[in-house]
């Protein structure tokens, strides 16, 4: 799968999660959920993104190649704060926001390479 397949699973995936948040504010199925159930399902939503993230190695390389990923998180996170506590803004930005800023930590925490470095026991602690 190239990168062109990706953003368009990627987006078609996206503006049918967003339709289905819509369909249900409209319905007000929102207002009939208690918090822990609202929770629940914004908790699963936002493990599946990571996941997804995580796992597919095609969705990895797409998401890294977006430039400003911390800047988006920041953003969306910042909009978040104001739409609390507006479910439908919850469901679809905090996924957004959680996997942008995986991918931003991800990419600036530098990776051990060598053994001794991995190894707990390859430096003794100073006493």
């Avoid at 969306?76 to 991918?103: E, H, K, R, S």
Wanted: cysteine-free.
């Amino acid at each position: 799968m190239d990168t062109g397949d990706i953003r368009i699973t990627i987006g078609t995936t996206a503006a049918l999660w967003g339709a289905t948040i819509v369909g249900a504010e409209a319905s007000g199925l929102f207002e009939k959920f208690d918090f822990e159930e609202t929770a629940a399902l914004a908790g699963f939503v936002t493990a599946f993104a990571v996941a997804t993230y995580f796992l597919d190695p095609s969705v990895k390389t797409w998401i890294e190649s977006i430039r400003h990923r911390i800047a988006i998180a920041i953003v969306i996170d910042a909009a978040l704060a104001l739409a609390w506590p507006y479910v439908p803004a919850l469901l679809l930005g905090l996924p957004i926001a959680a996997v942008m800023t995986m991918a931003a930590v991800r990419r600036e925490t530098p990776a051990i390479k060598s053994a001794a470095g991995k190894s707990p026991g390859a430096h003794p602690a100073a006493t």
